[in-house]
Structures are given as C-alpha cells and as structure tokens.
C-alpha cells in the first residue's frame, strides 16, 4: 500500500455514515467488504474497543484484500466525518525545541525551560467537544486581550490565531479506576495516530492563562485528519528518540524505539512554511500514557492524546508561527508575495505527515471571519 | 416536597438500571409511573438532551405525583450510577476568599488576586472520565512531588491530599460550533446543579502545574452527587450575588439575581469542619457558561461545569483543607480528639447542601490506600 492509510467515517450519497480504511485515493468500505458488522457505526469507537488482536486480524485482511483488486470507493464520493467519539482529549508539551522557544519568547530573563519540564511530560485537558475532522471551518474566535499597556482588557476578534503542529494518538482498549497503565503496556491500549492542528489564540490565551492553564485560546477548535492509522501499519517507523537528560523515574522508562519517524509539514495558503519531524519530540507516547494515568486515572475508547507543538532546532522547521515568525517580529513570506505573522481570515493551513511509502491524513482548514466583533 | 430532590440513575436487586427522582428517603421510578420511556435509558442524557419545557413538565408532574402518594423506592434498596455520561467537565475559580486565601499562600509578597481574575472566570478543562459518583472510593494517588529543598523530584503516594467543595451545574441542550451562548439563555441550555468534590493531590500539583496549569494533580478523581437538582426546583433560591468591581464587560453582563442560596457544609469522619454558602460567589453561572462559550466553543448535552472551590471570608467557611489548616500549618481538630492537616487512609468526606426545606444530595467518598508506592 502506498499514499494516505487509515480508518475513517464516510458516507457517499447522504447515506448512513460507516468506517472506512482509506487507501490512497479509494476508501475501502469495510462491512459490505465482509470484514464485520462493527464496521456499520457512525464511529471507530465500537472497533476500537474491540483490541489489539481484532486491529491487527482487521489490518492483516486489508493487507490482503486491497491488492487482491477490491473495489474502492473513489475518495472524492467520500463525505468524512470526525472519525471517533472523542472521550477525553490531552494535550502534551513534549517538544524540547518548542518549550524553549516559547519560554525565551514569555520569560527571556530565565532559563527557558521550568524546572519540571524534564522530568515529566507536561500536559493539560482540552476540550473533547470541540475536536473536529479535517476541512471544518474555522471561525476566528473572539475573547478578552490585554496588551502590556492597555488599562483594562478588551473583547473582540483574535488578532493572534495560530497554529499548533501536532502528532496524535487514539486509545483503543480503556483501563480501570485506579490501576496505571504502565509503559510496556502501550501498543494494548493504544490503536494507531492521528496528525492534530490545535488552534491557538495567543492574545486570549496570554491575557487568561494564568494560574489555571489555557482554556478560551484552545477550546473554539482542534482539528484532526480524518483517517486514524493504526499502529500495525507503521510499526517499521519506531527509531530511537533523542535521549533524556536527566534519566526519568523508573515509571517513565521504556525498552525499545519509541521515537515516531513521520516528516512533517506546515502548507500556509499554498506555500509550505514549515518542514520538521516527529521523531525529535523529547517524551515518547508510551512516556505519555504512563504519566497520564501515574495517578490511577483511567482512560477510556477514544481518549485522544496529542504531542504538543512539533518543533525541531532549524529556523524554517517550528510547529507554529509564533515560533516561525518570531512573536510576529519577522513576517513569513509566501508564495503570492504577500506576508503573514499569524492568521488571516480566509488562509488555508495544511498539516501533512509522510512516513515512508504511507502518509497520515493531512488535517487542513480554512479560517473564517469572526461572528462576534463587540 | 422536603430533602434531598434530583434526577439519577439506579437499580434494584441488579436490574437495569433507569432513571428515578430522589425524594428524601424514596425513589420514584419514572418510567414505572408513566413519565416516559426516555426514563428507560441507563443515563439522564436523553432526558436532558429534550430541553427545557419538558423539564419543567416532568417536575410538575412529579410534583402532583409524590403528594398524590405514589410508591417510592426505599433509598436504601436503590443502587446509584453516576447520573449521567459526562461529556466535558470545566472546573471553574469563581469564589474571591479561595482565590485569595490561594494567592496569599502561594505568592505571598504579592497582589494574591493576579490581574485577570476580576475581569473573567477563570477556568480550566477537567477530566470527564474520572468524574465518578458519590460513594465511590477514592484510591490515594501516586506522582511526582518535589519539595523546596529536594534536589530532584521522587515518586510516591501523595501526602497532601485534599478536597475541594464546589458546586456544579448540568447542561442539557447543547449550543452549534462558532455560536456562543448569552448569559440570557443560560436556562434554556442549563437543566440543574449537582455538587461536586474535585480532590486535589497539592504536592503533585505544585510540582506539575506550571505553566500549563493542574493535571495529575486532579485527574484521579471528581466526585458529584447522585441525584441532580433541576433548576426548576431552585428558583426561589436565587438571590442578588455580592456584586462586582470592575463591570465587567457586557458579554459577562446579567439580569437579575443569580446567586444560588445553598448552605453547605463539609464533614469530614464525622467532625463538621466547614460551613458556608453557594451564594457568596463572585462569578455567577450565567457568566460561566458565557464565559466558556464566548469563544465559539460548542456545549454539549452532559457537559459540567463546576464553580470552583467555594469558600467564605470567616474561619471555617474555608472550602478546602489547604486553606481551612493554612497550608497544613494550624491542624483541624475531630470529635474523636485526633487532629487532620490533609486527609488520611480511611479518612470519608461528606459534602452536603441545603436549600431552605430542599437538599442537594450528599457527596461522599472514603480514602484507600495507594496502590503504587514506589
């Protein structure tokens, strides 16, 4: 198989919406293809609580029945939907390169990075009810912003919409109340990766953030490609992560390679800003998980964790613009001739990911204006 | 009607569980008495989904069936569920004694209120699959915790355990991406109010939270009540609320009064050690969920949103342990002559809240061991 491989929701026609495996440019319809009545939901959920055996017996069958000559929906007949029920949704911090340029941007009289940062993978909850798939418009938020020399805040339109390039993962198989899920545990509970663009408001995020996180910056959208590729599918992409310093407690350590060798890029309106990849990130995604559920929290089918903005050390390879433009100092320059710092209504921003001869789902969306100006 | 009154989920003698109406020491199975099929269903969401007018014309109906005599389930031969499925939980920072009382401790050589918190409701995302229900056992977490003199961090049960008294409202009609939902329409989206115990692990906490706010710290557990009351059973319990310096800005503007008039109180192994009162809040809920919409960001159907620790300016009105010890510096006193800074193993906490002759129902939950420990 060669081009975009995943599992998705489609319809063609207005008829009922069912999963998919897209193929390239064709979409394999899975329950009228046999593989099972578990494939008639309007969701992966079902699927996806069924486990790693049935995810890799349901890969193996495709494997099979793809070349053998299936018939393939064409992808353009294809309506997509958000391909899961997004349980809970977290969002890591676990890009070295990222955490530091924005730590030089916030606090450049400090070290970059907090103290905390290396010796755990630092994350927070979003909003699982504003995950959308691939193509949802984007409305530009509105909210409170507060310049440095403004007197009180005001409310309007975002001037700073952002992008965040991330690596996502989709838990299949759910844990218990109380119980971690330790890291050898990972590929048991985790079904296969999505690429995620978390919409950031700088200005609403900056001015609200504090002490309790983000929250209003984040929560109007995350969007996510619309086909989610299984893990038995890139299994040949682990290669060894950069190494961490210092060695992490003895519940964040792994065996094996657990970095993700997926070439990432950022396409502004037509002109790709931004080239970097996946297997930099410093914390791993069974790292992740460990930590995440360290405190007995349980995960459940179609829990989403991201990675966080991927960022690599290169000028040119950052996972948003307030890194690539430097806080908006040093405007991006795109192919049209015209500038941008951060968003303008009506950009297009394309997230692509290539590993080997596979892609992931490019995730892509359009900004529209705001609705609310006052 | 007097005691404790809400809508929750039950069963008897492991049937399948429907949906009842608590009142007092009885059960009233709704769809048994011809309230409805929609009261077949293992959750309140599709009750709460239908909106408004038949909220209000199942409690009036409700209302001339309890006095009418109509059987009641013993509450002791009934087994509660959590009530509803939680779709995202939203933890609020809306009461000025906490947030205060939490800036003195923490930041003591500055404004403990920081500069956006009297011009919007602070907030964070929680997580909705630990969201469990009142009587369910609450396994000590396990982190990282780091103290000011530690070199590094180290792993271990949490030894600052705490509570934090908080009450929460339900939504019932979902609002369409990019829509935000005025403070004037905050009862046609609202259906009622549970309350809510979001324990805190503090020394895991302090150690992660920056700067992307709590996480591990909270994940582990957020119980609510059984029954959840519905706002039209309150309304002669919304009183002025203590008013606010700055206006805020007109999204966050209201019309009358929308403080809720709940005493509370915490229990804690049998020693009340906190009383004060749901109204003393200074962000309404109208304002929250304005706040939390403002954005664009879609509300669903079992969305929770929760106030915030809820704390009053007296001595023992304090809403949290971290605040009624000083930091764990002036141990609380039990009936039993033994002394508490933050809770024990077998330790039970028991919010409770009255609304003249009517109760929200209680919120209960008894300290087991960790189950990890190095």
Redesign the interface.
Known sequence: MTGAVGFGVFSVDGDEPRVGFRVGRGVLDLAANGLGAVFEAPTLNPFLALGRSSWEDTVARIQELVPAGADLVPLEDASVELPLAV??Y?DF?SSLEHATNLGRLFRPDTDPL???WR??P?????????V?VSG?PI?R????T?GPADD????GPSGRLDIELELGFVVGVGSS????VPTSAFRDHVFGVVLVNDWS?RD?QA???????????K???TSIGAWVTPLALLEDRFVSSPGQD?EP???LRTSGDWALDVELEVELSGTVVSRTNACGLYWTMPQQLA??T???????TG?LFASGTISGPEHGSEGSFIELTSNGEHPIGLADGSTRTFLEDDDEVVLRGRAGELELAEVRGRI?PA??S?
């Open positions: 349980a809970d977290v911090y907090l103290p905390n010796h755990l630092v994350a927070y909850h979003g909003r699982a009810g504003t959308v949802t409305v938020p509105s909210g409170q507060k009180a805040p005001h409310f109340l109380g119980e971690p408001a609403i001015w609200e953030y504090q002490p309790l996180g983000p929250f209003l910056g929560s109007f959208a210092p407690l003895p519940y930590h995440a360290v405190n007995g929290a349980a995960i459940r829990d529209l609705r609310v006052s």
